[in-house]
């Protein structure tokens, strides 16, 4: 299978997935829900769950178990970008040729789907099946996406960037932001899911305490 084809495979994969783990929500056919479905399901290369899918193909775990991992990195993602549009950050009318979040729902149900998503990533991770992944490595999943969304990874970039806004950057400065602001999901999505074959008896493929080491490295403040 070519790459185009597998990623391909992949989008409807994750799409499912996300489908899945939303439907079973309370307060469906309500603006909330439906803007949560929005927010995750507006189109997207779905790079982030097809890299969590490829780290277990290197380390050989059965395809079926990188759903949950992978979902969970997506509903992080998802989340960003409906609250990254908003007014008070990017202030983005469009996102991928449609409007964004909030435009079709109100700042209101656009703040709480993402809150929504935010919190999903986290059940997903702490209570879906995954009979092969001990206790001790759901818990290393959850850690690593916590650290990698949060102030040492994915918001501080969010708060360099913002800034930055109306400031001339160097390219030092520039490596920072992108180095927290998506660097950390991509660190994370690689590790969840060869976390996630760890519990199958496998060597670990990263280490958790060099990974958070890495995530506090020029946080907002540090330097």
Do not use: W
Request: glycine share 10%; hydrophobic share 40%; charged share 25%.
């Amino acid at each position: 299978m070519d790459f185009a084809t597998e990623l391909q495979a992949r989008v409807v994969r994750a799409n499912d997935a996300l489908r899945r783990f939303i439907a079973p929500q309370p307060f469906q056919n309500t603006p909330l829900v439906e803007a949560m479905h929005y927010g995750a399901l507006l189109g997207g290369k779905r790079l982030r769950p097809f890299l969590v899918y490829a780290t277990g193909n290197n380390v050989r775990y059965q395809r079926r178990h990188a759903g949950r991992p992978a979902a969970a990195v997506e509903c992080i993602h998802a989340y960003s970008l409906i609250h990254d549009d908003l007014p008070a950050m990017d202030d983005d009318d469009l996102r991928r040729g449609q409007p964004t979040c909030h435009i079709k729902f109100g700042e209101a149900n656009a703040i709480l789907a993402g809150d929504a998503l935010q919190t999903l990533a986290f059940s997903i991770l702490s209570d879906a099946p995954m009979v092969e992944v001990s206790d001790r490595d759901r818990l290393a999943m959850v850690s690593e996406l916590a650290m990698a969304s949060g102030v040492a990874g994915m918001c501080g970039g969010q708060a360099l960037d913002l800034e930055a806004e109306g400031r001339q950057v160097n390219l030092e400065q520039l490596e920072r932001i992108h180095r927290h602001k998506t660097g950390g999901i991509n660190t994370c999505r690689r590790s969840t899911g060869g976390i996630e074959r760890r519990g199958a008896g496998a060597e670990s493929p990263a280490d958790s305490g060099q990974i958070r080491r890495k995530h506090r490295s020029g946080v907002p403040g540090s330097g």
